[in-house]
């Protein structure tokens, strides 16, 4: 049973983190906007799709940015309850540290369960629209549309290669299959133009067409796939992907393991927050704030760094995205013990 004391902080921590949601959000979306307004009205965007890009915006803006805006409402509401005094009342009635900490882990376990479902199902949905509208509309007839010297292994017997080729007109230039029978050569193709056909066409002449076991997403790896997949999905990708000798398996691995670690961070940067705020200091607020904002900041620039790590070398993508909640587990351990005092 919670007490009056567990649903009064319960209360003010989800509803102070719905708050910053609804306060951030609409200045990410501002500014998102202010920067694209020019290229959505050149490109005469559909008033519909831009409502469906910023709902994905939304939702991608909220699951990349919510261990931060959790953290500064938990030291925002905090901080108040102890330049109210309410914090000294409460432990002095004879309440410990860690039982005051009890609604406020609640409240993460609240928050930690959305950002799952979030994170497997509802950013991967919204990630695919929000990458698709930015191709569609905004970057139009850019190079990023382009691959070049594409390596793949198709299946386990064979593997294509592609110097070039061009995404939004499916054509390629230097194309060679090879077909391996363990360590032997059976046959190689080569070709010094590629163009992909959705449909089948069997024709029978001097130059012709024919009918390889690859899709167009063999040819053109987009970087961002991982993000749109849910999680059964993205474990069959990454799976089929190894099988391929895709050279991105790091990066895949890396929006796996985040999925689960960003949600657990939920309990760790509650207990930093709470730590951190809960007592009184000169400067009030202010200082509480300026300090969550830079463990904030630390712990966005960990993630960020480790996670680029993994995906750009063989560095261990488990290691990299657990590693920023390990070390922070350990700081708020130590604030912990020190709060308490």
Known sequence: MLSILDRYI????????????????PIGITVNLAEKID???ENEVPFIEVL???????????????????????????SKLANNTEVIAFLSSGVSFYRFLRPYMIGATIVCGGALIMGMYLAPMASQGFNEFKYKYLKKGKKDRTQSNVYRQINENDYIY??????????????TLEHFNGNKLDYKIKANKIEYNDEDI???KKKFDTIFSFELEDLTPVEYIAETLNYTELNSFIEREKKRGSS??????????????????AYILTIIAVAVSSIKRRGGMGVNLAIGMSIGMIFIFFDKIF????EQSDFSPIV??????????????????????
């Open 10 to 25: 319960l209360k003010r921590y989800l509803g102070t983190f719905v708050l910053m949601l609804l306060l951030f959000i």
């Open 320 to 341: 990299a995205t657990w590693f920023p909640n390990f070390v922070f587990a350990i700081l708020a351990l130590y604030l912990l013990r020190n709060a308490k005092r």
């Open 39 to 41: 290229k959505i009205l």
């Open 162 to 175: 592609v110097s070039y080729f061009n995404v939004n007109e499916k054509k390629g230039n230097n194309f």
């Open 52 to 78: 469906k890009y910023y709902l994905d915006f939304t939702i991608y803006f909220a699951n990349l940015l919510f261990p931060l805006f959790l953290f500064l409402s938990v030291i925002w509401f905090t």
């Open 307 to 310: 996670g680029t790590m993994a």
């Open 202 to 204: 069997l024709e029978s």
């Open 248 to 265: 991105y398996i790091n990066r895949y691995e890396v929006v796996k393991y985040k999925r689960w670690s960003l949600p657990i961070s």
